[in-house]
């Protein structure tokens, strides 16, 4: 009997033994299966998770960022450790004893499944496990896919340690609201920062990676401060806080940014501009547009926010200027229907939808608001973020009396009398503030609208190339395309410098004598006849009277006389243009290019003829904190060494290339001051310091333009429609672009200083008459007198006039004809050279530009 029982209890054994044999073994079998051909987990000790790039401006204060996901990266050491345990005790109480996985909570997760037959299928996948899953696998719910993750999870913990997958683990996990990680989330949801962060809140965070949607803190409040109080408990019992804590904290209401308990982040965070895009646009170029919106880049921008705000300003002021000066309404197109004005909040959730610009600035902030009400004479309004008073907020009969509103079939109404002749009830329009000049006390609510009319501005420091404010249209948030770096346009007469520097440098004088007479040309296109603004012609004139008073046709029979290719090379050289077609029209500035790309050229003007390359960037740094890039190469010789004097500066050494000979740069330098002191800005530019600058309008002034500067900073603008049509008889470069750069320069001014042009070495003045390029005694005094500088030791000869090789009328005064071009004469290199070789110049465009 016994041998039975013993025979009978060995059996079992024996079935026993081979069933845990089989099992293991079949177990083994699957996970070798499955555990062949598996991404590799290695990978992730080098893994850079795409992090947030951020822009600076040059006094360290943070004003744009660019993400794909926004994340930012903490080191495990960094991160605190309240904040890792409560994500441990919510996700994974084992996770520091475990192997990668809890055979535990899987056995009790399979139980569970099995009682609710199926209905309640929770995870049990332990926090290396969801490294896995987030990193290398997918998210499907699939028996295979968990094997996977226990694999890699089992191998994971051979290859790092705890803190490590805990780091992988808190910078990936997505926690809603398009955050990415645990610091990105505390910003999003506390406008804090980790270390910041009371338990409740580290509970708060922990309660989001099991369904972030679900635990939204406004529309699944009270689900998520179950959650909240759930971890809350785990912490407790894990021994991470005490029971006092525990209490105390799971009393604590929830709250957020977005329950309106915190101000955001983005709140201290200006609103997107075109000088921050223009970054993202050109390092997006340069580094590739995933590298920099993943590469947690460190940007420290040229921009001074300060003058930023005055040229967006500065702009906007003559945008809007020329677009009342119209007296058309054409108003935001927006509209709400009239079934959500009957309540204050329906109409204030639609307005918050509507999509017009919220970034405008001038003479105050400008609102959205809607009409809802339109009276006899005054139309009733609900404004944005500001609260109805007893009396409601309105625009008054007088308020829109300068304006016609366009009809839906483009012809214009008569001019509006009362309020209804320009609004509708349900019209999205632009407010803001009129308040008296005396006190600022408030006057009434005003109309505004977004000028059609657009353009662009620019400056930029002449000697480093740092471009100090960059506006690229009228509001950012209604067009983003950058009128400063993406519209080409014809430049006009503010191209005529360098065709001045051409000449110049062959040999030419600002005493030279070109002929201002008519000309005629035929080409395939017909009959080319320029003509100057003025449709007059002034015969025999010095070359600085040329540019002074903006001469076309002294202009062609100079380039003539240079000759196109000559002037083709020049405009390359100094970057206005890649490849300039050879075309005499093009002398004129027929031919398009940037805003950005002229004022950069205006600058070696101003610096001595230095090669300057304009730039938006200072330095970059990479997400550890190295330098990746400085646009300063300059060297500085004296800036490590000690035995700097107190009141001494130390020595910078400047590698920059030269476009061009000094003296012809202060030659060209002083002719553009008489543009200012006595040409074609004269009158509108007026600065306290010299200033020297080129006005440009186009054919119908289409275009118009006006660049200038002083010793110190270059600025720039153009005007004109996104689509060029003419802007009127009354529009020129010197009438609508130069109180944009008085406006701003008088602040940069201010604040930068600025003295007289530097004079070059190498040279010697001689007065002369600035009408007739005669020579005059060095006492000659008067109006007509101007002190121009020659070369030592090149004798410049006076009384030649060139006439470029076209027939001249025979009733004009000639001092003396020279019709041959081929002079030879000393250039600004010591060398000598052929002065005027004829250009074939092909086909001329329409021409005509001044």
């Known amino acids: 009997m016994i041998r039975f029982v013993l025979s009978f209890f060995g059996a079992i054994f024996t079935l026993l033994t081979l069933g845990i044999a089989i099992v293991a073994l079949s177990i083994g079998a699957v996970f070798w299966i499955y555990g062949r051909d598996l991404p590799s987990h290695e990978s992730l000790a080098q893994y850079k998770p795409p992090t947030i790039s951020r822009i600076y401006s040059g ?45 535990r909570g899987i056995a ?85 920062t980790l ?57 604590l209401p929830l709250r957020s940014v977005q329950n309106g308990d915190f101000e955001s982040f983005r709140t201290a965070l200006p609103p997107r501009d075109y000088f921050t895009d223009e970054v993202r646009r050109q390092l997006s ?42 007296g058309i309404w054409h108003g935001t197109k927006a509209r709400i229907a009239a079934d959500l004005l009957t309540d204050e909040a329906s109409w204030r959730a639609a307005l918050s939808d509507a999509d017009i610009p919220r970034d405008v600035r001038l003479n105050g902030q400008w609102y959205p608001a809607v009409v809802l009400e339109v009276g006899d004479s005054d139309a009733r309004i609900g404004i944005e973020n500001v609260a109805d008073d007893e009396d409601g907020h309105w625009i008054t009969a007088k308020d829109v009396q300068w304006a016609r509103k366009r009809r839906s079939d483009g012809t214009l109404a ?163 243009y890649d490849e300039m077609g050879p075309y005499l029209a093009n002398a004129l500035g027929s031919e398009e290019t940037t805003l950005y790309k002229m004022v950069a050229a205006y600058a070696m003007f101003a610096n001595g003829g230095e090669r300057v390359e304009p730039t938006l960037v200072d330095r970059i740094q990479d997400r550890y904190g190295e330098t990746i890039y400085r646009h300063d190469k300059r060297d500085c010789i004296d800036c490590g060494s000690p035995g700097i004097a107190p009141n001494a500066t130390p020595r910078i050494i400047s590698n920059r290339e030269r476009v061009m000979d000094a003296i012809t740069a202060y030659q060209l330098t002083s002719m553009m001051k008489g543009v200012v002191d006595r040409g074609t800005a004269s009158g509108v530019v007026k600065l306290p310091v010299p200033t020297a600058g080129k006005t440009g309008t186009t054919n119908d002034a289409r275009d118009v333009w006006f660049i200038g500067f002083t010793s110190n900073i270059v600025a720039g603008c153009y005007i004109g429609y996104d689509r060029p049509r003419p802007l009127g008889r009354s529009a020129y470069g010197s009438s609508m672009c130069g109180p944009v750069f008085q406006s701003f320069m008088t602040k940069a001014t201010e604040k930068y200083g600025g003295g007289p042009f530097e004079v070059p070495p190498g040279g010697h003045f001689i007065k002369i008459d600035r009408f007739t390029g005669g ?28 006439d470029g090789g076209f027939a001249m009328g025979s009733n004009l005064p000639l001092i003396e004809e020279v019709v041959s071009s081929g002079r030879q004469v000393r250039t600004s290199t010591g060398g000598t050279a052929v002065v005027g070789p004829k250009a074939n110049f092909g086909t001329v465009s329409s021409g005509g530009l001044y």
């Open 59 to 103: 006094k360290g204060h943070m004003i744009d960022e660019f993400a794909q996901e926004r994340r930012l990266f903490v080191p495990a050491d960094e991160i605190p450790d309240l904040v890792k345990q409560a994500f441990i005790s919510a996700e994974d109480k084992n996770f520091y004893s475990h192997k990668g996985y809890d055979m």
């Open 108 to 192: 009790a997760a399979g139980i569970e499944a099995v009682r609710s037959r199926g209905d309640n299928v929770r995870g049990a996948s332990t926090i290396t496990q969801q490294v896995m899953k987030n990193f290398l696998l997918s998210g499907d719910r699939r028996i295979e896919r968990k094997i996977k993750e226990i694999i890699l999870a089992s191998r994971l913990e051979e290859t790092l340690d705890k803190d490590q997958i805990l780091e992988l683990y808190m910078n990936e996990i997505f926690l809603g609201q398009n955050s990415y990680g645990v610091a990105a989330a505390s910003q999003t949801y506390f406008n804090k």
């Open 195 to 251: 270390s910041e962060l009371a338990p409740h809140e580290a509970a708060f965070l922990a309660s989001l990676p099991k369904a972030p949607s679900d635990f939204h803190p406004v529309r699944r409040k009270d689900r998520l401060l179950s959650r909240r109080n759930f971890v809350l408990r785990e912490m407790y019992e894990n021994g991470y806080i005490d029971r006092a804590s525990y209490e105390v904290e799971a009393a």
């Open 285 to 326: 170029e340069d580094f590739g547009e995933g590298e920099f919106f993943t590469g947690g880049f460190s940007v420290r921008a040229t921009i001074d926010e300060e003058m930023q705000e005055v040229a967006a300003e500065s702009l906007r002021a003559q945008l809007e200027k020329y677009d009342r000066g119209r």
């Open 414 to 576: 008569k001019k509006a009398r009362v309020a209804g002749d320009l609004l509708d009830v349900g019209d999205v329009v632009l407010v803001r503030r009129m308040t008296s000049d005396e006190d600022g006390s408030f006057i009434r609510w005003t109309l505004r609208q977004v000028s059609e009319v657009q353009g662009g501005f620019m400056a930029m420091d002449v000697n480093t190339g740092r471009v100090l404010a960059m506006q690229g249209g009228f509001s950012y948030q209604d067009s983003v395309f950058n009128r400063a770096t993406q519209a080409q346009r014809q430049p006009g007469s503010s191209f005529k410098p360098f065709v001045y520097a051409a000449a110049l440098d062959s040999g030419y004088s600002p005493a030279t004598i070109v002929v201002d007479a008519p000309i005629e040309i035929n080409t395939p296109q017909g009959l080319w006849r320029p003509r100057n603004s003025s449709n007059k012609f002034y015969g025999p004139t010095p070359l600085r009277t040329g540019i002074e008073q903006s001469r076309n046709l002294m202009t062609i029979r100079l380039a003539q006389e240079v000759g196109m290719p000559v002037v083709a090379n020049y405009a390359e050289k100094f970057g206005v």
């Open 775 to 802: 020579r005059l005694p060095d006492d000659a005094s008067g109006a007509y007198v101007v002190a121009e500088y020659f070369r030592d030791g090149a004798d410049p000869v006076f009384g030649l006039t060139y």
